[in-house]
């Protein structure tokens, strides 16, 4: 049991069981919250805290909600000799995390180890204290104020499988600067001046005048200025088919507004259609975070295939295509053949299965299946979403197309005798040949 | 057979003189007098005129190009969104181009409203007014007006479109004599090659509006500006509060810029294509709409002319002249038919076909009247009307004529135009229950 302030050693209370926290105001806790979620260690950062409220002074309920507890002081006591059932788990879960041999300070896999260390479902409050007008409270202090983007953070992990989304709201961004503070106004689509007014259209059924309601209006009675007659009844004598826009600047009359928005932070303005339109969800774990917060964010197969193949650095593949083509150029006799890969379509698996250990199983067998296709002389890298690039020496593309025909069909067997489901690999091939020039060939791979 | 044409022809030999008039008085006085001698009068006169009206119209080009007003080129319709870029294309090809293109889309149920805003944002149109509940053709027109910035209003029909110098030639008459309120467009069939239908009201519009309206223009007598094309002057509208309420406003706004004593003309010069009713059942339909028009406009509404000091006598005399046509001929009709029943019993068939051959060689007579004054202006398929002119006096004899009887008697006695859907029953009743 250890009450923290703002000059504790928290490395000093690393074995504590939680951080109790006494609340004299939002200024203090706010620091205490960063102080402890922005230390680089788990069992500090994800380590349970409580918040004692002594003084019984109003708690905003964004602030309950950053903490894990709020303990009244009358019932201080009786707390500390029970055993908390949250505070246990937190605590069971760090112990586990502590287990892995990965270790990294990156912002996002410490985001999700204390989301999976907690267990919670991340929900977003809505606020004008953070520029993106959303806010997460449980992980506002991982970040320093002013640079809390959690969306790019948030779109990564659910990319990865490694969150579920829950639709709560659609906002309306920034084009600019991302901020939600929007003024959205009608304005004149000729001059964009805000300074326009709209007035209804009457028609005079008798004499089949239309004009603006203004033109009609004699005081209290409405009079048409076309036949002098007087206008009692709407539906009978007279309606109102449409209404029109006045600019009041340019005079220019027109029935449908632009509609523009102002940004309250950066004062750009712009046409709603550019707006940045953006879901607001709220995000839980999936089956596949244990996993990451354990291994990090390295795709699984990344991990298998690197440590079963000899995968080169895209600077030395890149190299060794040239000097093969200078080679090809020289000698005017042989042909090589590239190979596109793509298995970017594979984190889709991850999507659907529990069973981790099933899944590495299949990505072992496929990394194997890769590694037979290759002979010795061949070359393979890795390029962004997982196209890999193969250097076939001396390879023609009729012969390669045999090879790569043969690969396809084994992995769609792999995936279909054990997971029961088919995959479709996507193979192209480019022949380098006498002709073939580098910028073309690296197009290939783009 | 041969029997047949031999006795045809023995009896076309025996008449004489006053028996081809007891037999044929009909066509003599109400055709030949009129739609031949009279029309040929006119034209050969103004043969002799073309030299001294085409220097005042290369004057009116000086002072109008001068002066380049703006112009509101306005277009009110109901669902008529997939003609509007046809028409906006045409006008962008004029030679007069300082315009302003504005549609009222009056209550239409179809994608008009999306066509026409996609056409304002691409600029293709300048003002773009939707009125989702339907107030009817004069409204729309009047919406509009309200919203024209235009000195002169060209009010078009969207399933129109002008030729490439229509909206230039239609302006000169303004600049040759100011007391000009309004130009007459010469209105041409579009889709004549359609059907028969409209092979035959081709050939209609170019002998009664082409060569009809300009006939009446050089008289002086001219009544209707059609509601397909017409331009008018913004000042003159204003005054006259613009539109009234149909069907046949076309005619009944004419009367109102004459009453004013403003001057109405026809540009034949100025042409506009339109598509005609391509079945024979919408044609009726559309011709029974017009016809009543002439009961509920001039003989009702606006009978006061005859006594308005701003009409000239030729004026007042061709508006009876229409009256009296367009009612009494028709009534003349069955009595001449009555009369050669009784008198010329056993002759009546080649009375009747005497008729129709007659008939037909007026119709060539126009047709050449037609070749020889507007030939230049015909396009190919112009010409495919022409083909159909056997036809003719069946046409107007017979299908207009019991479509045009039908509309008089019903509107007479029943005032059918009120129940009119063209017009919007909240509309059609006020103005049933104010009888105007």
């Not at chain 2, 036809?391 to 017979?398: A, F, W």
Request: glycine letters at 4%.
């Amino acid at each position: 049991m250890a009450i923290i302030d703002l000059n504790s050693d928290l490395d000093k209370l690393i074995n504590e069981k939680e951080f109790i926290i006494s609340y004299v105001g939002e200024d203090e806790l706010n620091k205490l919250l960063y102080k402890i979620k922005k230390h680089s260690k788990l069992e500090i950062y994800a380590k349970p805290i409580l918040l004692l409220n002594q003084f019984d002074i109003k708690i905003s309920p964004y602030f309950i909600q950053t903490i894990d507890k709020v303990i009244d002081n009358k019932y201080y006591e009786n707390f500390m000799y029970k055993k908390d059932i949250l505070i246990s788990e937190i605590n069971r879960k760090i112990n586990f995390l502590k287990k892995s041999e990965y270790k990294s300070n990156n912002i996002t896999l410490k985001l999700l180890r204390y989301i999976y260390v907690r267990n919670i479902t991340l929900v977003p409050y809505q606020t004008i204290e953070n520029k993106y007008g959303y806010t997460y409270p449980k992980i506002d202090h991982f970040l320093d104020k002013g640079e809390q983007n959690f969306f790019e953070i948030f779109d990564y992990l659910v990319k990865r499988f490694l969150l579920e989304t829950n639709f709560v709201d659609r906002c309306h961004f920034c084009l600019e600067c991302y901020s939600p503070f929007l003024n959205f106004k009608e304005v004149c689509p000729r001059c964009f001046s805000v300074n326009i007014k709209s007035e209804p259209l009457i028609h005079h059924f008798e004499c089949a005048y239309v004009g603006l309601e203004s033109e009609f209006k004699h005081g209290k009675k409405m009079i048409c200025p076309k036949c002098d007659k007087e206008l009692f009844h709407l539906g009978v004598d007279y309606d109102k088919p449409s209404f029109m826009y006045i600019c009041n600047k340019c005079q220019y009359e027109f029935q449908e507004a632009l509609i523009q928005t102002t940004c309250f932070n950066c004062n750009s303005t712009f046409d709603v259609d550019n707006v940045i339109l953006k879901d607001i969800f709220e995000y839980k774990l999936t089956t596949l975070s244990e996993n990451a917060a354990l291994f990090g964010f390295e795709s699984l197969f990344d991990k298998i295939i690197d440590e079963n193949l000899e995968i080169l650095p895209n600077y030395i593949f890149n190299r060794f295509l040239e000097i093969e083509l200078i080679r090809i150029q020289r000698y005017k006799k042989s042909v090589s053949t590239l190979v596109r890969l793509n298995l970017s379509n594979l984190d889709e698996i991850y999507k659907d299965l529990n069973n981790f250990e099933k899944i590495k199983k299949i990505f072992v067998q496929l990394a194997d299946l890769i590694k037979t296709f290759l002979r010795t002389s061949d070359v393979i890298t890795v390029f962004n979403d997982l196209i890999y690039g193969i250097l076939l020496i001396e390879t023609s593309i009729d012969g390669a197309k045999i090879t790569t025909k043969r690969l396809k069909e084994k992995i769609t067997e792999l995936f279909e005798v054990n997971l029961s489901q088919t995959y479709q690999i996507d193979v192209s091939l480019k022949e380098i040949n006498k002709d073939s020039n580098l910028d073309e060939i690296m197009e290939f791979f783009k | 057979m041969f029997e047949i044409f031999d006795n045809y022809f023995r009896f076309l030999f025996a008449i004489d003189e006053d028996k081809f008039f007891q037999m044929f008085w009909h066509f003599i006085i109400f055709e030949a007098s009129k739609y031949i001698f009279l029309v040929a009068i006119v034209l050969i006169y103004y043969m002799f005129q073309r030299k001294r009206i085409k220097k005042l119209e290369d004057w009116a080009r000086i002072q109008l190009y001068r002066e380049y007003p703006l112009i509101s080129v306005i277009v009110p319709g109901k669902n008529e969104g997939p003609n509007i870029y046809k028409l906006a294309k045409s006008l962008s090809e004029q030679t007069y181009q300082n315009y302003e293109l504005i549609i009222v889309d009056d209550g239409s149920n179809d994608d008009t409203y999306l066509i026409c805003k996609d056409l304002l944002n691409r600029g293709i149109i300048d003002k773009f007014i939707s009125n989702p509940d339907r107030g009817g053709k004069a409204s729309a027109a009047n919406t509009a007006l309200r919203f024209s910035k235009g000195k002169y209003i060209v009010h078009l029909d969207a399933d129109s479109h002008l030729r490439y110098d229509a909206i230039e030639n239609i302006l000169l008459p303004f600049y040759i004599d100011e007391t000009i309120g309004a130009v007459g467009g010469d209105v041409r069939v579009n889709n004549v090659e359609a059907s028969l239908a409209t092979s035959l009201q081709g050939f209609e519009y170019l002998k009664s509006i082409s060569i009809g309206r300009f006939v009446a223009d050089k008289l002086d007598v001219m009544r209707l500006i059609s509601g397909a094309y017409g331009v008018f002057r913004m000042d003159v509208l204003k005054r006259v509060g613009g539109w009234d309420v149909g069907p046949g406003l076309d005619g009944d706004i004419t009367l109102k810029i004459r009453k004013l004593g403003f001057g109405v003309v026809f540009n034949i010069e100025s042409i506009c294509y339109t598509n005609a009713p391509i079945k024979f059942r919408t044609l009726a339909k559309q011709r029974f709409r017009w016809d009543r028009s002439i009961i509920r406009f001039r003989l009702r509404k606006h009978i006061d002319i005859l006594f308005n000091k701003n009409f000239k006598i030729p004026l007042k005399m061709a508006i009876i002249d229409n009256l009296l046509y367009n009612v009494l001929f028709d009534i003349f009709w069955i009595l001449y038919l009555i009369y050669i029943m009784n008198s010329f019993t056993p002759y009546l068939g080649y009375i009747l076909v005497t008729n129709y051959i007659l008939y037909i060689f007026e119709n060539y007579i126009k047709l050449g009247l037609i070749l020889l004054f507007i030939g230049d202006t015909l396009r190919l398929k112009d010409y495919i009307s022409f083909l159909v002119i056997p036809l003719i006096p069946i046409y107007t004899g017979i299908f207009l004529k019991l479509v045009r009887i039908y509309a008089h008697l019903m509107e007479f006695f029943f005032r059918v135009s009120y129940y009119d859907k063209w017009n919007p029953w909240k509309v059609s009743k006020v103005v049933k229950e104010k009888g105007i």
